[in-house]
């Protein structure tokens, strides 16, 4: 019984999107602005970067709460702490309290990472900066570094539970960024043009 209460309680916190709570208190729906997604980039680029902020916040801080409470009342189960991460990125993605239309799940990952496997949190944050600065796009970042939780629980020997959730995950941000890919291969993705240092360097 206590698996499952920390399992919905995972869900539940995850459910809590940052930028539409935030936006509640701003009279805006950033899901009918700009992409359409509830996430921090969306915000970044409609609300600017104090909303960004918050949103970013919000959605890392639950994260990492869901994670916290499955490893500190989870018994000892080894793979309670990295279920509950699972579900607390799907609560974000699939919020019950915002019609189960959310964000895609980065900010969230990177929230319970930093309970669970901090050194998976500097991996992802450093391929996630190399991918933007070279190429500008937000969503192929976020893939590429999602993806490098694979290799680095390969290299790490982790254990079964980590390297399940390492796939998991990987598969389930590439879900996540469907949108994105589709655009990228109509060469329609929009890039962030201020972080793309590499071409400012040759210009």
Known sequence: MLVLILLLVAYLLGSLSGSLLLGKLRGVDIRQLGSGNAGGTNALRTQ??????????????????????????????????????????????????????????????????????????????SAWLLVLVASGYVGLSTILAGAMLVPLALATDAGPERLVFALAIALFLVFTHRSNLARLRAGVEPRFERARLLRRGRA
Do not use: C, E
């Open 48 to 125: 600017g970067w104090k909303f960004a902020l918050g949103t970013v916040l919000v959605d890392v801080g639950k994260g990492a709460l869901a994670a916290w409470l499955a490893l500190r009342l989870g018994g000892g189960l080894a793979w309670l702490p990295y279920a509950a991460a699972g579900a607390a990125v799907l609560g974000h993605v699939y919020p019950v309290f915002h019609g189960f239309r959310g964000g895609k799940g980065a900010g969230t990952l990177v929230g319970v990472l930093l309970v669970l496997w901090p050194l998976a949190v500097v991996v992802m944050i």
